[in-house]
């Protein structure tokens, strides 16, 4: 069976129709496993991008006002269906996306567990009673919902991204817009038909829902613009590369709106002398190669200590030659495709780029598999003689560069010494070294992490700080302040109202 052919199956089985045509300009929707296209989608128009806004602001006003645990019950029928269709959304994933079939079914179950962290949450959205320094007075505070939030997500997570924002918007008692990427609208109608169904069991049981709650729009780059321009969306949460966050950023604090920025994240594990080699070399291979290198947390950079690093080296190389590089959906395959010739490119140019100032290579070429239009390469592990060129920006591809240290605050400042700032990862038995690295004298990274590669995250912790965001957080913990506005209320039940010393009137 075509890819083409086993897509369109897989939607049916989900009950999914392909949106039709209703403007003159489409865009392709392809696999990256054969380079097939399998269909054409529709973009939206500028006009209907508007009107999604406009439904949106309505369906706010409304949706505000429902009590927030019955906001959490929508969101509670919504993993439902994820449970029931989750084989199939994942086989969804892998064939769009090109993750391997157990990436694809991880998102999926991602994207449960968020749910069932938003139940809860829809019943813990506290504000604080503060103490007060006048007598008969209390302070507290209100949480209230912000307004539509508009989200823009990137094709790696296709999904869980969106679910991520979308359900802790909704609990908030916010509407949604989403702006897929254009590379992954197959698995975005899909997660959004999954939505739209919870949506008729809500109202089959508690009544109509307001039109444009979780609405999505459809297309390429001004699209996205249109949705971040917008002064009626208060809240951009975008994900995708540090070049389209600067945009995105800045298009929104110009308008003075809020921003969630998740973009890429040039992440670093340290090993120390006293790691234990097999839980490190096994994380690191992982967090290296999984994905294709395609992860915001994939791991990138890799500081050995010297009196390790030979035996470090020695057993990644054997780990990197042994693994399967083919299509996703086979058993037994590590590393799928990259997304497109653009991504194989910018690989191909950071090899080159590393080369020039002294890199060692293993790997890194291009892998056939009878399908021109599919990028497949071997992933590539680079010994830097220092950290400069490629290892200072994110390449969205298979790539490790590993550098030799001689003390651990040397490797730290490794860590710490490029711009970007999502993950990282320290290896080591040492308490004195793991608590170094977690001290504010430590990584400055959002997430560190001990004995554990820098890839993947519980939905449970606040997701991001990437430091050229200035510390965007979504998904667990507090991040769900972010999506909604502080109100400090002063209540004064007494029979007074105090004034400055001295200070009296007649009323």
């Known amino acids: 069976m075509s890819l083409s052919n086993e897509m369109r199956s897989l939607l049916s089985t989900v009950q999914v129709e392909l949106p039709t045509a209703a403007s003159a300009q489409v865009f392709p929707a392809s696999s990256p496993v054969t380079g097939e296209q399998i269909c054409e989608l529709p973009v939206a128009t500028i006009g209907e991008v508007s009107k999604a806004i406009d439904e949106s602001v309505a369906a706010f006003m409304v949706w505000r006002s429902v009590p927030a645990p019955k906001r959490g019950e929508l969101i509670r029928l919504f993993g439902e269906e994820l449970r029931a269709n989750k084989k199939e959304l994942g086989r969804i994933i892998s064939v769009e996306v090109g993750k391997v079939i ?31 320094e006048r007598p008969d007075h209390r302070i507290m505070e209100n949480w209230h919902p912000l307004g539509p939030v508009g989200i823009i997500t990137a094709f790696n997570f296709p999904m869980a991204v969106w679910s991520w924002n979308a359900v802790i918007a909704l609990v908030c008692g916010n509407s949604v817009i989403w702006k897929p990427s254009e590379k992954s609208s197959l698995s975005a ?135 399967k590089v083919g299509s996703p959906l086979e058993d037994g395959t590590l590393v799928g495709p990259l997304i497109d010739r653009g991504a194989f490119h910018a690989m191909q140019h950071a090899i080159a780029e590393a080369k020039a100032i002294g890199g060692t290579v293993t790997g890194g070429e291009r892998v056939s598999t009878g399908a021109d239009n599919a990028y497949y390469a071997r992933p590539a592990l680079i010994e830097m003689p220092v950290q400069d060129g490629p290892m200072l920006h994110e390449t ?102 105090p004034l400055a010393q001295g200070v009296e009137f007649n009323v």
């Open 102 to 132: 157990s990436e694809g079914q991880g998102e999926v179950q991602e994207m449960i567990d968020i749910c069932d962290f938003a139940v809860g949450l829809s019943r813990q959205l506290y504000g604080l009673t503060i103490a007060t």
């Open 189 to 323: 109608i899909a997660a959004q038909a999954m939505m739209e169904r919870a949506m008729k069991r809500y109202q089959e049981a508690n009544g109509p829902l307001p039109k444009g709650l979780v609405s999505m729009v459809l297309g390429l780059r001004d699209i996205g613009e249109a949705l971040v321009e917008s002064p009626k969306v208060p809240l951009i949460s975008a994900t995708g590369s540090t070049m389209m966050g600067r945009q995105v950023g800045m298009r929104v604090a110009h308008r003075f709106g809020r921003s969630i920025l998740e973009l890429g994240g040039n992440n670093a594990a340290i090993v120390t002398p006293s790691a234990d080699l097999d839980i490190t070399v096994r994380a690191a291979a992982f967090a290296a190669m999984g994905t294709a290198g395609q992860r915001c947390t994939t791991l990138r950079r890799l500081f050995v200590h010297e009196s390790v690093y030979e035996t470090i080296v020695t057993r990644l190389k054997a780990a990197y030659s042994s693994i």
């Open 396 to 497: 969205f591809a298979p790539v490790l560069y590993v550098l030799k240290y001689s003390v651990l605050d040397e490797a730290i400042a490794l860590n710490n010494s490029v711009s970007q700032g999502l993950s990282s990862a320290i290896f080591t038995l040492n308490m004195r070294e793991t608590e170094t690295f977690l001290s504010v004298r430590g990584s400055d990274c959002g997430i560190v992490n001990v004995n554990i590669g820098p890839s993947g995250a519980e939905i449970g912790g606040a997701f991001g700080g990437e430091k050229e965001t200035g510390g965007s957080r979504e998904c667990g913990s507090d991040a769900w302040r972010g999506y909604m506005r502080r109100a400090t209320n002063t209540i004064n039940y007494g029979t007074t109202l």
